[in-house]
């Protein structure tokens, strides 16, 4: 079983993408590189997916920039996908930041792929005991996946205060998809600001602000009986401003603002190192952060009260979202 990279695509499994066991990917060996060789290898192949989950979990907010009347409310469906940009498509294997791994022919440093990387990628990891080779490994190659986008689904409600308030929550209970457990909330407030500015009120636009805050949660079963799992834990906040037009069915909208978040990945449990008798325990965390400036663009077609909506996202891992809901005003 390809332990770490199962535990590590947990995210996937958010989309019903099952996408084990690409390429051959032998832990127990690496694992006799000891825990901190393994977690610095580990931290560049995983990052593309970590840091596009922070990105795709920061968007998909607004449809709208107008906030719902007192009590109107919507409810809808959402996928956001964030683009893994080329430079994350493989990493820098600097023999000087590992202790017992060496890329084999090479004395300097190498490009490896990342998870978004080279699915056909070959090559040989050497694993050292001080000065002896004690093990080789095949480097671990990217997925076999036709598009490069990190998917992340949300269910979202809002609904209208008074004073131009609107309160936004996400929320999926804990379910179980394949071998995991995942669960999400989220809060968010939006506001309209154009009532506050003297001498644009009457202007034929919505402008609003929008703070919200995002947190998954996901553990992926290893060996349950054995008490083997890995967890993901994400945090992220937004901070925007919100314009939109609305022109008969169509509401076009466009908001400026800036993300920010953070991920862990652990790998807990108790472990067996291959060709020895030694165990390790927890021998996997990470840590990532991402941060910047957004910018959306986007569209929302509204017949009745169902509405679809799409809109593209400029910001580090560029990214789409599309949502389909209804809504009241």
């Not at 009120?201 to 949660?217: G, T």
Request: charged share 20%; glycine share 10%.
């Amino acid at each position: 079983m390809k332990k770490i990279l199962s535990f590590c695509l947990v995210g996937l499994l958010l989309s019903g993408t099952k996408v084990f066991g690409q390429g051959d990917i032998d832990i127990e060996k690496i694992l006799q590189a000891g825990v901190s060789d393994l977690n610095t290898y580990m931290g560049y192949y995983v990052e593309p997916a970590a840091k596009g989950f922070i990105y795709s979990m920061g968007t998909g907010w607004a449809h709208t920039a107008k906030p719902h009347s007192t009590l109107g409310f919507d409810l809808k469906f959402s996928v956001s996908g964030a683009r893994v940009p080329a430079r994350y498509e493989n990493f820098t294997f600097d023999p000087s930041e590992y202790e017992n791994i060496r890329v084999k022919g090479s004395n300097g440093t190498t490009s490896l792929p990342t998870l978004y990387g080279d699915p056909d990628a070959n090559g040989t990891l050497e694993i050292y005991e001080g000065e002896t080779l004690i093990a080789e490994v095949d480097i671990p190659p990217g997925l076999d996946i036709p598009v490069k986008y990190v998917p992340a689904p949300t269910i979202q409600g809002a609904i209208g205060l008074p004073a131009g308030f609107e309160f936004i929550g996400r929320f999926i209970p804990k379910v179980s998809v394949e071998d995991a457990e995942i669960s999400q909330w989220g809060l968010g407030v939006k506001h309209d600001i154009k009532q506050h500015i003297p001498g644009i009120k009457i202007l034929p636009f919505d402008l609003s602000v929008l703070a919200a805050y995002n947190s998954l949660n996901a553990k992926y079963f290893i060996e349950e009986d054995m008490g083997q799992f890995g967890e993901m834990s994400l945090d992220t906040w937004t901070f925007q401003a919100l314009v939109s037009k609305k022109l008969s069915i169509l509401t076009v909208y466009g908001t400026a603002g800036y993300n920010t978040g953070s991920s862990t990945y652990n790998m807990l449990g108790t472990y067996s190192i291959e060709g020895t008798s030694e165990s390790i325990t927890d021998p996997v965390n990470l840590e990532y952060d991402a941060k910047g400036a957004m910018a959306t663009l986007g569209a929302r077609f509204k017949f009745g009260p169902v509405f679809l909506n799409a809109d593209y996202t400029f910001q580090e891992f560029n990214t789409v979202s599309l949502g389909l809901g209804v809504s009241i005003r």
